[in-house]
């Protein structure tokens, strides 16, 4: 076998996690550090992200809609994953085999399934918001502080039977429950 010329120049050095290659031929005069040669990039901070960050960081200047909520404040109640097929659902488990995921069922589906689960995914996300406007949750510091925080007690048990209810009504939405098991 032939080595070409290029790999007889260079020749690897491990030492300490790193490797580090050489000329073949030459010493370095210090030991690498890390990153050498790298460029330095220069960034522009637009003007409505500056006031964005100063009204951040002054609470009292900061407007409603503005507002910055914890992440808990983006997620659905836990009662919303009974009425959603296993597809649409994160796998939880690290490591798992692609063949044992909600993933593989997803993907392994036909397009006219796909279309299916979209219509039904669709539709219950219109009838939860539906059901939440009528009972006042009117954006995500609403949804937050009621919902989630479950600061009017009870309402999120109300807006889970109004959702249950609504979906026995729909005879199409109860075909495609059933179509991918769920059970209502």
């Known amino acids: 076998m032939q080595i070409s010329q290029a790999s007889q120049q260079v020749y690897g050095k491990f030492e300490a996690n790193k490797y580090t290659f050489i000329k073949k031929g030459s010493r370095p005069t210090q030991e690498p550090t890390g990153v050498q040669n790298a460029q330095s990039d220069t960034v522009q901070i637009s003007e409505k992200a500056k006031t964005f960050v100063q009204k951040a960081q002054d609470d009292t200047t900061i407007s409603e809609q503005d507002k910055i909520l914890p992440v808990e404040a983006y997620s659905l109640p836990g009662w919303m994953g009974d009425f959603m097929p296993q597809y649409v659902i994160a796998d939880t488990k690290l490591g798992q085999p692609y063949l ?23 539709n219950l996300r219109t009838i939860y918001m539906d059901e939440s406007e009528r009972r006042g949750i009117e954006g995500l510091e609403d949804y937050y502080n009621s919902i989630v925080l479950n600061k009017k007690t009870g309402l999120s048990e109300e807006l889970r039977q109004a959702v249950h209810q609504r979906l026995i009504e729909d005879p199409r939405m109860m075909k495609l429950a059933q179509h991918f098991g769920v059970t209502i």
Request: hydrophobic fraction near 20%; proline fraction near 0%.
């Open 100 to 122: 044992e995921s909600n993933s593989y069922l997803r993907d392994s589906l036909g397009s006219a399934e796909k279309e299916d689960l979209s219509e039904y995914m669709q």
